[in-house]
């Protein structure tokens, strides 16, 4: 199976800073280092189709694009859609944020 690109869109590289940035200042430079290298990784596991991934419809209730996904990772679900050709990450939503809400929102800018 040929593995797909990972493109992170706007939304996903703010959140992916901002996890940085707060996993930097609460638990220091290499606990954020690992942290984000692990996000990544997970990001290219569903690119390379070993990991199973579950519809946002599972996590919302209301209109949800029928494409939108999501997998777990550390504390954090990676929501993504998927094309023939590549994983485009929408967000990195924590796991103790309004989750339907933030899922819910992402299409609407």
Excluded: N
């Excluded at 800073?17 to 430079?29: K, L, Q, S, V, Y």
């Excluded at 990001?43 to 991934?53: I, L, N």
């Excluded at 990676?78 to 050709?85: L, Q, S």
């Amino acid at each position: 199976m040929k593995t797909k690109t990972v493109r992170l869109g706007r939304r996903a590289k703010a959140a992916f800073r901002d996890i940085g940035r707060w996993t930097e200042e609460a638990f220091g430079r290499g606990q954020a280092v690992h942290y984000l290298a692990m996000l990544l990784e997970r990001c290219e596991t569903v690119a390379e189709g070993h990991a199973s991934s579950h519809s946002c419809r599972a996590l919302v209730v209301g209109e949800v694009p029928e494409d939108y996904r999501f997998v777990r990772a550390g504390q954090h679900y990676v929501v993504f859609v998927e094309t023939d050709t590549e994983i485009v990450v929408l967000d990195f939503i924590h796991s103790r944020m309004d989750l339907p809400g933030k899922v819910a929102g992402l299409g609407k800018g």
